[in-house]
């Protein structure tokens, strides 16, 4: 029987044993009721001293707490990103602690090289960068042995690996290696060139990966840089068109024992410069497509270029003047002093680079592009010139390249663009250097046309360019070439039909000043040796004639103020270079003298020059290119515009305390010797006589005084040769002259002191003494002199320069007895005071009646000053035994 539904439900509410409780989904369930709890509560343990942290305390550690140890160590990790970032690390220790690479440089390099060739092109990267900014920097002045040796062996590995990018790679880090280490190639020269011929075979596999072959390619250029070459300072020197081709010709610093066998490197440069062409010839569909020229491409076609152009000139220099470097050549390469390049070097393989030539963008190309395309062209120009020193030129082939020299140096390119000024002088630099041995080769009428075009070329460009420069270096190996040089027929009349080479040179050095230094330096070192050479050729020597000098380079005068040239601010060696120059004019004005004279009196001028001018100008007059007259008065001129300042005991805050009286004395010595070697001392005497007279009774300071005095003196014999006018004149200024010297040297209480200054004195004296040695009769006048200044009335007194004769009576008694005392200590002038002993009597008695007159007033010090200069006046005299 079916239960009904009703019965069902009560059946449910009879009896529940348990509650079924229906829960939400995603609720927690509450813990059952017998539920063990199994939570532990417990306080932290902190033990400070087991830190890691502190374990590395005072370590040189990187950002992410890694020891450089630790950082090596991850350099061989498995995962790339943990490499990269461990070469990171290692850049911020060692740029934090510089000391960490002095102290484990070789094991870090150890462990460095293994990335050399890693897999990963950023670790690789990361590692160059590492190496470039912080490892090679900071060994550069180590010992570079153990550095080499370590690296070379993973970088020659890498130049083997199987992945073409791990090669190009290695070829840049060889590259940043000889950057440092130069010494690096020529130590392992025959292999790694070897292995740029084995990446240059294969270029054409991977032409479309143009970045990393033009890096392997730059390495290559300055690797053969390194190699020595007969024109390397040619045009390179002067040429900064190429980073790359300005490099370090001075490995011979770094070489060791074990050089390079130079017969193994010309063996695989002659396999070399076939695979060059090669590869350059497989860049010429790029040259001549519709479409622009790419900058990596023309990287690398002008790398290719440059390394030809560098194996030529190694090749055509072995045989040439430095054959000591080759001793291992092949003997075949000796016979009969032939140029390699006439045995290595193929005329096939050089002609598909010929047939190239001119290289010619198309007219819808852009500025840029020409500009390229003739930098091309230059260097394929450069191999050329170096090619046909050593080999028969052909004349088709010729005829092309000096039609585009020509018109090169007519800044005209062959299709006719004009080139910009600057790039243009830029590139043509190089091709200066070659012209004076290219128009030894040419026909006359192809010298012309070349010269008219090089002349050109040094009138119109800028002063302070290098063009000019490299100029001035073809015009001074054309007119005046080495002696170990080809030289120039000088009967020539070719070359010296362009004299404004040498006639320009003047100007160019004033306008050139003294803020490019070289440049005068180079002006004026050929114009000393266009002088030396004029001697020996008369062309020359009527072109040197007609160069003017202008004297605005020393000094000039505008409107009575002297306003100094270059001259003045040049270096040393270059003002001397410019005054040997002096000596080879034929005829010194009095104009050129007189700015000489203006430069010599100037104190910032060094005494080294100021003599030298002095030398070279006798040394002129000697030869006869300065006429007596003007001659006497440059001389006249430096003693009597020379301005002596004091010594330290008398500093002024104008010159710091220091002095040039010492320059001063020497300056008077050489002028007596020079004026008394030009002639016989008596009619030296009585030309001089008036001049030197004058000059002295115009109150000149008592320096210059002195320096005339002491010129007389020179001149002058025993007994006197001076005219009885001279004398008169004489008694009328020594007497200001000895009260001068006196109060400009006031006498001192230091003990110290006191002596310096006496002997200061005693050399202003000292030539007056000479005189009154040879004559007599001087003395006493002079002294008679003395005594009417004594007597005399101030405003009687003759005015004098510096205060020499006082207002006041006691300063001028105190300035005379000074000059007697001082007489009296000299053992020869003794001897003739005690033939004046009437003179000096009559001195003491003024003294006495001018202390004791009434007349004059004095204060009771200066009395005092009177009656105690007396008394030590009659101390002294009263030894002297009169007759």
Same mark, same amino acid.
């Given at each position: 029987?079916v ?20 829960? #939400?989904?995603?609720r927690?369930?509450p813990?059952?009721q ?16 087991q ?5 590395? %305390?005072?370590l ?8 450089l140890?630790?950082?090596l160590?991850?350099?061989s ?8 970032d ?9 740029l934090k602690?510089?000391?960490e ?8 390099i150890?462990k460095l ?5 890693d ?13 470039k900014?912080?490892?090679? =920097? ?7 042995g ?7 062996a ?8 199987? %992945?073409i990018?791990?090669r190009?790679?290695?070829f ?7 950057q440092?280490?130069?010494s690096s ?16 075979? #294969?270029?054409?596999?991977?032409l479309?990966?143009k970045?990393?072959l033009?890096?392997a ?5 300055r690797c ?18 190429? %980073? /790359? ?15 390079t066998?130079?017969?193994?490197v ?5 396999d070399?410069l076939p695979v060059?062409v090669s590869?350059?010839q ?9 479409d ?5 491409s023309?990287d ?20 040439? #003047? ?7 050549l092949?003997?075949? +390469?000796?016979?009969n002093?032939? &140029? ?11 002609k ?7 290289l010619s963008p198309n007219?819808c190309?852009?500025e ?7 930098m091309?062209n230059?260097v394929i120009?450069e ?6 020193y ?8 010729l005829?092309r ?16 663009r004009?080139?910009?000024k600057? $790039?243009?002088e ?5 091709l ?7 128009i030894?080769?040419v026909?006359?009428?192809?010298k012309?046309?070349?010269?008219q ?5 040094f009138?119109?460009?800028? =002063?302070?360019?290098s ?7 073809a ?16 009967e ?6 362009h004299?404004?080479w ?7 050095l004033?306008l050139?000043?003294?803020? $490019? ?10 114009q ?6 004029a #001697?020996?050729?008369?062309?020359l ?6 160069m003017?000098?202008?004297r605005?380079f020393y000094?000039t005068?505008?409107? &009575?103020i002297?306003?100094? &040239?270059p001259f003045m601010?040049? =270096? ?9 120059c002096? +000596? ?10 007189? !700015?000489?004279?203006s430069c ?6 060094e005494p080294?020059i ?5 030398e070279?100008?006798?040394s ?5 290119h300065?006429?007596?007259a003007? +001659? ?7 003693? !009597? ?8 005991? +008398?500093? /002024?805050d ?18 007596c010797s020079?004026?008394?070697q030009i ?9 001089l006589?008036k001049?030197?007279?004058?000059e002295?009774?115009?109150k ?8 005339f ?9 025993? =007994?006197s040769?001076?005219?009885?006018q ?26 110290a002191?006191?002596l310096?200054?006496r002997?200061?004195?005693?050399y ?19 002294l ?7 007597? &005399? ?9 510096n205060?020499?004769l006082?207002?006041d ?13 001082l007489? $009296? ?5 003794q ?6 002993k ?6 003491l008695?003024?003294?006495? /009646? ?6 004059i ?5 200066e ?13 002294a005299v ?6």
């Open positions: 029987m239960k009904t539904k009703a019965q069902s439900k009560k059946q449910q509410k009879r009896g529940v044993d348990f509650k079924k409780i229906r829960r #939400k989904i995603g927690k369930l813990p059952a017998n539920a063990t709890n199994t939570e532990i509560k417990s306080k932290a343990i902190i033990l400070p001293e830190s890691v942290a502190s374990e590395k %305390a005072g040189a550690v990187s950002k992410k707490g890694l020891t140890k630790e950082l160590q991850q350099t990790h498995h995962n790339a990103k943990v490499r990269k461990a070469l990171l690390g290692i850049r911020d220790v060692l602690f510089p000391a690479l002095k102290l484990h440089k070789l094991a870090v150890e090289r293994e990335r050399i060739s897999d990963d092109k950023l670790v690789r990267e990361a590692l160059y960068q590492l190496l900014s912080v490892i090679f =920097p900071g060994c550069k002045e180590d010992n570079k153990p550095i080499n040796s370590l690296m070379m993973y970088i020659f590995n890498g130049m083997t690996h199987m %992945a990018e791990v190009l790679m290695a840049k880090f060889f590259d940043l290696l000889i440092y280490f130069p190639f020529l130590l392992y020269a025959e292999k790694i060139l070897q292995n740029y011929e084995d990446i240059l075979q #294969k270029n054409k596999f991977y479309q990966d970045g990393r033009k890096n390619l730059a390495g290559l250029v053969l840089s390194l190699l020595p070459c007969s024109n390397q300072g040619e045009g390179d020197s002067l040429c900064n068109k190429d %980073a /790359t081709r300005a490099s370090l010709h001075a490995f011979d610093l770094d070489l060791s024992d074990k050089s066998d130079f017969s193994g010309v063996n695989k440069l002659t070399l060059l590869s350059f497989d860049f010429s569909p790029l040259i001549h497509s519709t622009h020229l790419d900058a990596q023309f690398c076609i002008l790398f290719l270029l440059q390394s030809i152009d560098l194996v030529v000139r190694f090749l055509d220099h072995v045989p040439g #003047k430095n054959q000591h470097n080759f001793q291992n092949p003997p075949a +390469y000796q016979k002093n032939l &140029g390699i390049c006439d045995q290595s070097i193929s005329a096939v393989t050089l598909k680079l010929w047939d190239e030539f001119p007219d190309m852009s840029k592009d020409g500009d390229r395309y003739f091309l230059i120009t191999i050329f010139l170096h090619l046909s050593g080999s028969k030129l052909s004349p088709a082939l005829e390249f000096l039609e585009f020299i020509e018109s090169s140096l007519s800044e005209k390119i062959c299709n006719g004009e080139a910009g600057v $790039h243009h830029k590139h043509l630099i190089s200066v250097a070659f012209i004076p041995k290219l030894m080769q026909s006359v009428a192809w012309s046309r070349i010269l075009a090089f002349t050109t070329v009138e119109e460009c800028s =002063p302070e360019s063009m000019k420069l490299a100029c001035l270096s015009v001074e190996e054309m007119l005046l070439p080495e002696q170990n040089c080809i030289y120039l027929d000088p020539d009349l070719e070359i010296f039909n004299s404004t040498i006639r320009e040179l003047p100007k160019l004033v050139l000043g003294d803020k $490019h230094p070289l440049h005068a330096k180079s002006v004026l070192r050929l000393l040796r266009a002088g030396q050479a #001697k020996l050729n008369y062309q020597a009527e072109e040197y004639d007609n003017k000098y202008i605005d000094c005068y505008r409107s &009575g002297v306003s100094y &040239g601010r040049l =270096p040393r060696d270059i003002q001397e270079l410019s005054v040997c002096l +000596y080879y004019f034929p005829f010194l004005d009095k104009e050129l003298l007189q !700015s000489l004279a010599c009196i100037c104190h910032e001028l080294f100021l003599f030298r001018i002095m070279v100008l006798h002129a007059y000697k030869a006869g300065i006429q007596i003007d +001659y006497i008065s440059f001389l006249i001129t430096l003693l !009597s515009r020379f301005q002596v300042y004091p010594e330290k005991i +008398y500093p /002024t104008k010159h710091e305390g220091k002095s040039n009286r010492g320059t001063f004395k020497s300056v008077v010595r050489a002028v020079c004026l008394s002639g016989d001392d008596v009619l030296v005497l009585q030309m006589e001049i030197v007279l004058d002295i009774f115009h000149r300071p008592v320096d210059n005084v002195y320096g005095i002491r010129l007389l003196i020179s001149l002058d014999s025993k =007994p040769r001076l005219s009885e001279a004398i008169n004149r004489l008694i009328e200024v020594l007497p200001e002259y000895f009260l001068g010297v006196g109060n400009n040297i006031p006498d001192e209480n230091d003990e002191t006191k310096l200054i002997r200061t004195r005693h202003y004296f000292l030539p007056c003494f000479f005189l009154f040695d040879r004559s007599h009769m001087l003395l006493g006048r002079i008679k002199v003395m005594e009417s200044f004594i007597r &005399g009335k101030v405003s009687s007194l003759p005015p004098h320069q205060g020499a006082t207002k009576h006691s300063s001028r008694i105190l300035s005379i007895v000074s000059v007697l005392l007489m $009296h200590g000299d053992i020869k002038m001897k003739l005071l005690k033939s004046c009437t003179e000096i009597r009559n001195i008695e003024s003294m006495r /009646t001018l202390e004791s007159s009434e007349d007033t004095m204060t009771i010090e009395r005092h000053k009177i009656r105690s200069a007396c008394d030590r006046l009659t101390a009263s030894t002297l035994e009169y007759d």
